[in-house]
């Protein structure tokens, strides 16, 4: 019968591992790095006993209640066992003692060392001692000859010994092994063994095969190897019938032969491949203990058992109750003869190609231990052909079968004709239901369940079986001790109620008891049965309400005072659910995982006023080979789960209720048998709660566990860089915020100061990412950031990219702005017109009549400048013609104050502001060319009735403008060509309604034409052609300035000064020449009209005019039509 791999668990930390039996076979026995000798009862023991014999222990061995250990003092110590008490040290070495054994009637002890020596002392008179000497290196291991005639021994010199114990010579020596200068540095420490009873033949790992040697003779009798064996052996081991022969070797395959046949029984494949250092044969039945070198222990059951027996062995009792904890079937007794194999044969899926525990298959061996792909007949008894008792010797009658269950393996393999053959994905167990935040329930002392209100523990031993209740806030409940005759197993707990279930037995049923404490009357607490055949399967605890999901796939709810309330059918078995507030979770099966994955489904409602269902059965997404270990909701309401590998992943509301990974917990695991117990998750502050497990799953009840925070992270790409630093950082921010958005959907309260300092932190780490990609010369990816910020990031986004010199940057800011603020405008729109719509359908008020006069008026303030509009709308189409380097009045240069006029006035306001609300759309539409251009602030009214009189006056913001500086006017705004002054007085003249309306243009062009050229300029203009000449690629006039101003710092200091002094007296001249002019009367008027403009526009560094402001306005206010 094929061997049945359990699953591997945690013995030592890492490091070199020795494992042994005792003489009966009712404890296993190991030591490791730690110190420690463990003894174990079974494989499930989750509380063995430990022996402390030193700093660390490098090898064990027991005999007749003697235990002897290797330790670090390079002592070998002698304990009595069970009890541990230390018996005193049997022989000391120079060095550490590398192995020790005992001979076969337990008398004697050998041990080698590192100091090349090799010593025999006897257990009960230590005095008595034998050396040998003889190795050049450090000794590997010994063995005793059963007749205590040789003792062979293997050393780091390549050397095999056997020396004559009554004479301490050497009767023979094979040179096999590669030599090597310690034993940290040798391929195989070659556990070599006799074969216990005759001692006939002397079995030698060597290299990727066995030596096997006979007695006396020394000769090579025969060699064992297999294909499978890639790397050598490390250790050896013999059956106690002699028989058989198994091997380790240094990346975990453990292959065991029949020495008669020299054929291959056994093949099987260490779950993580690490390196097998230990390996014993139990003394009586057909199980194999083997360690690792990462301190891990584990076990093969039905090891070459021909006749198919079962090992009865009761301190051997490794059964596959290990994995049932965690996945098992239907518990029911009617539902059994409907299962399938997954669920009861658990030992038929966790030998799959000789793995367990969800580990990675090896497709390229399928012998003995492939027999889960090689189904047997079907029996003739349904119920009796899942037990694993039946798989014996008489399996192999063919016997046809009615029911559709799979049923156990034959002893020895039929033939290929006999035999359906079946090489695809092979079922994955389900898994069972469990509790969040509690322990094993086959544990005496557990958790019943620890979340964020308190702690439910239960104590369940011969003495005694009690509940103890702890709150973490007193002030919510004092603790509580109840009693547990009923053997309650599930338990919840909350600010309201303790909620307690337990599964029905053949004189009661399943029961559901409820302890409301916080019920204002007397009677605090109710039962409910379920109904016959039917079992609780989880519990869950919302406000207001309790929730439990049973065998027969149904969910019932209940009031918190009792009151049965809905009653639904689940789409599968439930795995877990819980509950927060008005939310119910619900894990459960959606079908049959493949490989070891699990295929689960979650369901997410609403239990309020309004009862709706979020998640309708979606897939729980889960990292591969790995199963469900927590799921609740974070301390804010938002629904988390954490799987077996420690990924803990979080609801996306935002994105479509997707599952966001938000920490892994094994990074912050030190060991690789360490865990992390998740408790509770809390988004503001970020706080993963946890309790460190080291070397389990989960913690003990005593000592009372401590719990620690772990910090969340998002698993983005490049977080060594700062890039990928501050975009987690972004991300997660947002990411767990999204509750605020849901508190708000749902009417609840929650401070607004903390929505408002995550908006701004969110902002601060775009701008961050903004500067980031400026300095990388990523303008496509600044716009992209900046679509992500608000209205205020992105106008100092503008101002950045315009400092910055990144004029096109700037420009395609501008234009986002004005779609976020037209973004904007519509949702305000959106927002009053709901509005409005519900108080149209209200009763009138007092003040709804003076809201619709105030709209007449504002149409008909409307109406009046809407002529105006037009022409300005025009004038705007013709500067956006212009190059977008031109100095105009709409530049970024320089702020503009548009003086707007009315039709129906004889007198101009310059202070007033147009609210007209054609000039947006305008903005909005036409193709600007400059930064800022057609970005109009439109009057935003005071009161809420006014606003929502009138939708086309809604306030559009406005991007900023950054100030005007000197040093920040490009150079090419003087090297374009502008509309002449002639152009405008002309056009002025055609259309002299629309003069002030362009007014501010001309008179910022007059500045622009009044203005003197440099030096440098004049020599642009002359030298222009040779700079062009020499390189004609540049096609840009930013880049001929460019290449103008290196040329022009090659000039000499008097050559500048020439250019300069040139450059001044053309100013003078051009001054002369002005001043001779005669202006009309016309241009008089329009002249001082100009230069209240320039007065307005031009910056605080600028000197005054020689007149008066006062004589400017008084002649600006009297003009009259």
Request: hydrophobic share 30%; net charge negative; with cysteine.
């Amino acid at each position: 019968m094929p061997a049945t791999q359990m699953p591997m668990r945690y013995g030592h930390p890492e490091g070199y591992t020795d494992v042994c039996f005792d003489d009966s076979g009712s404890c296993i026995i190991t030591c490791g790095s730690d110190g420690d000798v463990r003894i174990w009862k079974d494989l499930d023991d989750d509380d063995p006993k430990s022996i402390n014999v030193g700093d660390r222990a490098y090898s064990c061995a027991l005999k007749k209640g003697k235990l002897v250990t290797s330790v670090s003092n390079n002592t070998i110590q002698i304990h009595t066992f069970p009890d541990g008490a230390p018996d005193g040290i049997l022989t000391r070495f120079t060095t550490i003692a590398n192995h020790v054994v005992f001979n076969r009637d337990g008398t004697k002890i050998a041990a080698g060392s590192g100091d090349f020596m090799v010593k025999i002392v006897d257990v009960m008179d230590s005095s008595q001692q034998k050396t040998f000497r003889g190795h050049d290196a450090p000794v590997l291991s010994v063995s005793f000859d059963p007749k205590d005639i040789f003792l062979a021994s293997a050393s780091c010199d390549g050397s095999i010994k056997v020396w004559q114990i009554s004479d301490q010579t050497c009767a023979i020596s094979w040179p096999l092994l590669q030599k090597c200068n310690d034993v940290m540095n040798a391929k195989s420490i070659c556990r070599l063994a006799w074969q216990p009873k005759s001692g006939k033949l002397l079995a030698v790992p060597v290299g990727n095969s066995i030596k096997l040697y006979r007695r006396e003779t020394w000769r090579n009798e025969f060699d064992l190897s297999d294909n499978f064996i890639t790397l050598p052996f490390n250790v050896v081991t013999w059956s106690p019938c002699e028989k058989y022969l198994a091997a380790g070797s240094v990346n975990g395959c453990i292959v065991v032969w029949n020495v008669e046949t020299k054929d291959c029984m056994e093949r099987v494949k260490h779950e993580k491949g690490y390196t097998i250092c230990g390996l014993a044969w139990h003394p009586t039945s057909w199980q194999i203990a083997y360690t690792d070198a990462e301190g891990n222990l584990g076990l093969l059951e039905n090891v070459c058992d021909t006749d198919g027996k079962k090992s009865s062995n009761k301190g051997s009792g490794i059964r596959n109750d290990v994995y049932n904890d965690l996945f098992d079937g239907d518990d029911d007794g009617d539902n059994n003869d409907s299962g399938d194999f997954l669920n009861e044969n658990m030992e038929f899926q966790l030998t799959s190609k000789g793995k367990a525990n969800y580990e990675d298959d090896e497709d390229d061996f399928m012998l003995t231990s492939s027999y889960p792909r090689h189904r047997k007949h079907i029996l003739e008894d349904d119920d009796s052909s899942i037990d694993v008792a039946l798989m014996e010797k008489g399996s192999h009658r063919e016997k046809e079968e009615k029911d559709e269950l799979l049923g156990s393996t034959h002893a020895m393999p039929l033939t290929t004709s006999q035999r359906p053959f079946y090489d695809g994905p092979m079922p994955s167990p389900q898994q069972k239901p469990f509790q969040s935040g509690s322990t094993p329930p086959h544990l005496t002392h557990r958790f019943m369940v620890w979340n964020s209100v308190g702690i439910i523990r239960c104590y369940n031993d011969d003495q005694d079986s009690a509940i103890d209740v702890e709150f973490h806030d007193t002030s919510i409940h004092h603790a509580t001790h109840l009693s547990n005759t009923l053997n309650y197993t599930i338990a919840d707990l909350s600010h309201e109620a303790i909620l307690l279930a337990c599964e029905s037995t053949t004189e009661l049923a399943s029961k559901l008891h409820c302890l409301h404490f916080s019920s204002w009357d007397s009677s605090k607490e109710w039962t409910v049965d379920m109904p016959p055949h039917e079992d609780i399967k989880a519990i869950c605890l919302g406000q207001g309400w309790v929730a439990s999901a049973t065998s027969a796939l149904l969910l019932r709810i209940f009031s918190i005072g009792g009151v049965q309330k809905e009653v639904f059918s689940l789409p599968g078995p439930v795995v877990s659910m819980t509950g927060h507030g008005e939310q119910l979770l619900i894990a459960f099966h959606r079908g049959t995982g493949f490989d070891g994955d699990q295929c689960l489904g979650v369901q997410l409602l609403e239990l309020g006023k309004s009862k709706k269902q979020i998640l309708h059965g979606d897939p729980l997404p889960l990292t591969r080979k790995s199963y469900l270990a927590w799921i609740g909701f974070s301390a804010e309401g938002t629904p988390c789960y954490v799987d077996s590998e420690g990924i803990v992943r979080m609801l996306n509301r935002r994105f479509g209720n997707t599952w966001t990974p938000i920490c892994n917990t094994r990074e912050h695991c030190k060991g690789k048998s360490d865990h992390y117990w998740v408790v509770g998750i809390h988004e503001n502050p970020q706080q993963l709660r946890c309790i460190p497990c080291k070397g389990s799953r989960f913690p003990p009840t005593l000592p009372r566990p401590a719990v620690v925070v772990l910090s969340f992270q998002l698993p983005y790409c490049q977080m060594a860089t700062e890039k990928g630093q501050m975009e987690e950082q972004f991300w997660r921010s947002v990411i767990f915020h999204n509750y605020l958005d849901y508190l708000s959907a749902n009417d609840y309260e929650y401070e607004e100061s903390t929505k408002n300092q995550a908006v701004k932190e969110q902002q601060e780490l775009l701008m961050k990412m903004f500067a980031l990609s400026c300095k990388l010369d990523r303008d496509f990816r600044c716009v992209e950031l900046a679509e992500l910020m608000t209205q205020n990031a992105v106008n100092l986004a503008i101002k950045y990219a315009s400092r910055s010199r990144r004029l096109i940057l700037a420009q395609k800011l501008s234009e986002l702005a004005v779609e976020k603020a037209t973004e904007l405008t519509a949702s305000l729109n959106e927002e009053e017109e709901d509005f409005r719509n519900k108080l149209n359908t209200g009763s009138t008020t007092e003040w709804s009549h003076p809201r619709v006069a105030n709209h007449n008026d504002e149409e008909n303030d409307t109406d009046d400048s809407e002529e105006a509009d037009e022409v300005e709308e025009k004038t705007d189409l013709h500067k956006n013609r212009q190059s977008p380097f031109c100095k105009n009045g709409n530049s970024v240069d320089g702020p503009t104050i548009k003086s707007v006029t009315s039709s129906s006035q004889g007198r101009v306001n310059p202070f007033k502001v147009s609210t007209s609300s054609k000039e947006s759309a305008t903005s909005v539409n036409s193709t600007s060319s400059n930064i800022l251009d057609n970005m109009k602030k439109l009057s935003k009214k005071s009161t809420l009735p006014n606003r929502n009189a009138n939708k086309e006056k809604s306030p559009v913001l406005k991007p900023l403008i950054p100030k005007p500086k000197s040093k920040q006017v490009p150079a090419t705004n003087f090297f374009q060509a502008c509309t002449s002054q002639a152009e405008k007085i002309a056009e002025e003249k055609e259309n002299p309604e629309n003069s002030l309306f362009e007014s501010p243009s001309m008179s910022a062009q007059n500045i622009e034409n009044e203005r003197p050229k440099t030096g440098f300029q004049m020599w642009l203009e002359e030298n222009r052609s040779d700079i062009l000449a020499d390189h004609p690629n540049l096609s840009q006039e930013p880049d001929i300035i460019k290449e103008g101003m290196n040329r022009f710092r090659m000039l000499s200091d008097e050559e500048r000064k020439a250019w300069t002094k040139k450059a001044k007296g053309g100013a003078k001249n051009e001054a002369e020449t002005k001043k001779r002019k005669q202006p009309s009367s016309e241009d008089t008027k329009q002249g001082e009209q100009e230069k209240t403009k320039e007065n307005l526009n031009l910056s605080k560094k600028q000197k005054p005019l020689d007149s008066s402001i006062n004589q400017k306005l008084s002649a600006f206010v009297f003009k009259k039509d």
